[in-house]
Structure formats: structure tokens, C-alpha cells
């Protein structure tokens, strides 16, 4: 899903998350309204319901549309994209970047397998206009991290958000994921925080790209994380990652646990794991 250094890589994220701007802000849906539905009835519903309306956000590989499903008594919006590009890295130039539609399905799946399915909305693959894309739960929400930094709001519990940012930076770091910004991150009246894009994500994983940002882990987090395997990660996201950015994520998942591990070993458990 997309509501959103000088290379053509990093430039397709950069129209992402302009694109996310115009998605998230003025015409999100009601959060009043929201259906409370499973995460199962979700997925039945993206799959199934008819579309009766769309509108295109953007021009090109990098258009979005916003559709709105109806299926019986129930009309909700999603969110769809078809993109799939190869660019070559800005920083290891002997390594083409894939930016694909598939990447926000992958992200969903293994949110899933780490608990994080509460952070990432319900991602399926869908055929709509002629196109296979992904579709995306529209969510309800009060304003993008953005705008909250630009209007020096303060979250009312700084230690529940800190815990959930550090959660999406690991999250961000175990994908290597290019598109991560100010843009990709809702936040929902009760300070909730969701991640959105992950297109850009998937990258050339070389080593650990904001190992700053990792200060503090969900102690459940990095025990799934611990107990992540190549199998299982290869089965829940096949047909949408291919065998070596599986591997490669395994392997930036071992550089995660070591770095934390080691955090551990100077800091004490406390001090890291929450």
C-alpha cells in the first residue's frame, strides 16, 4: 500500500510520499465510523467487495488510487497500487533496487509472524483496472507524524510513544526500508500509530542503516524476532519476495538481535528491553 540519495530510487519515494499527503489529510474517512471488523473479515472484505468508485492520486509508475468497496451493507475505502520498477542503488551502484507493490504485502505477512499486525494495515493482492497490485485497508486517522512535528504537538504519554516508535524503527530496519519518513507514519486520536509504505522497502541490505535509532527493543518483539526462520518467512510472503531478499532479510534480522544483544551486554536488560 502507498499513501506517500539523489537517485531514481530514492526519487520514486519522494513521489510516494508527496502522493501520501494528498491520500492521508483532507478525505480520510471518519474514525467514528469505522466498522469493527476482524482482521479475517478485513482481508474477505478487500478481496471480494465491489468497487463503485476511484480516483487516481498522482501521474505515472507511481499513480495511486483510492477506491471505495461496497459488499452488502458495508462501504469502506482502500488504497491501490500496481507499481513495479527496478532502479539502481544510490549508494552500492552494481546493485539494482526493486520498488514493488508486492514489497506492502510482504511488509503485512510479516508483521504478522513479529506481532506487528496492529502497526500495518491489512495488505491483500488484488486485480483491479487490468492491474495486480496491492489493496490496503483505508485508515481512520487524526494526523501524519509530519504534521504533528510541524505543529510541536506532544504526544500525552511519551513513554508509550517512544515504545511504539522504537518498535517501527526496528520494523524499518529489519525491511531496510528506503521510504521511510515523516509521511508514513499516522497517528489516530488516541495516539495509535500506524505504518504505511513499504514499496521502497527490501533494499539492498548491506548493513544496519539507523543503528542510532535502535535505543530500545519490545522484548517480545526480539524474541520473535530471535525465533524467525528463513521457512517461515519464505511461506508467508512467497510469491512476493523472491528467495535471496528472504535471505537478506534474514541476514539483516541476525545483524538486529546481535546489535541488541550486545546493547544488553553493555546496558543491562532493563535499561533495553521493555
Known sequence: ?????????????????????????????????????????????????????????????????????????????????????????????????????????????????????????????????GKRGSLSWW??????????????LQPPDIEAWNRQMYRVRVFGELLFDAGRNLDTVLITKDWKIWRLDFAPAFGPLRDLRHPKDLVQCDRQLLEKLRQLSYDMVLEKTKPHLTEG??????????????YFEKLIAEKGEPAVLY
Open 1 to 129: 500500500m502507498l499513501y506517500r540519495h539523489l537517485s531514481r530510487a530514492f526519487a520514486v519515494a519522494a513521489c510516494l510520499a508527496a502522493a501520501s499527503m494528498v491520500l492521508a489529510a483532507p478525505q480520510a474517512q471518519n474514525p467514528d465510523n469505522e466498522p469493527n471488523l476482524t482482521e479475517e473479515q478485513k482481508i474477505d472484505f478487500l478481496l471480494h467487495a465491489k468497487v463503485v468508485a476511484s480516483r487516481q492520486i498522482g501521474v505515472g509508475e507511481t499513480a495511486l488510487w483510492r477506491l471505495t468497496l461496497r459488499h452488502g451493507t458495508l462501504t469502506h475505502d482502500a488504497a491501490f497500487q500496481s507499481i513495479e520498477s527496478v532502479w539502481e542503488s544510490p549508494v552500492y551502484h552494481e546493485i539494482q533496487f526493486r520498488v514493488s507493490y508486492h514489497f506492502d504485502i510482504a511488509a503485512w505477512e510479516l508483521a504478522r509472524l513479529l506481532g506487528l499486525d496492529d502497526m500495518v494495515p491489512v495488505t491483500v493482492e488484488r486485480k483491479w483496472g
Open 139 to 152: 485508515l481512520p486517522y487524526w494526523k501524519m507524524d509530519f504534521d504533528r512535528i510541524k505543529e510541536k
Open 245 to 258: 531478499e528472504v535471505k537478506a532479510l534474514m541476514t539483516q534480522r541476525d545483524k538486529i538481535v546481535a
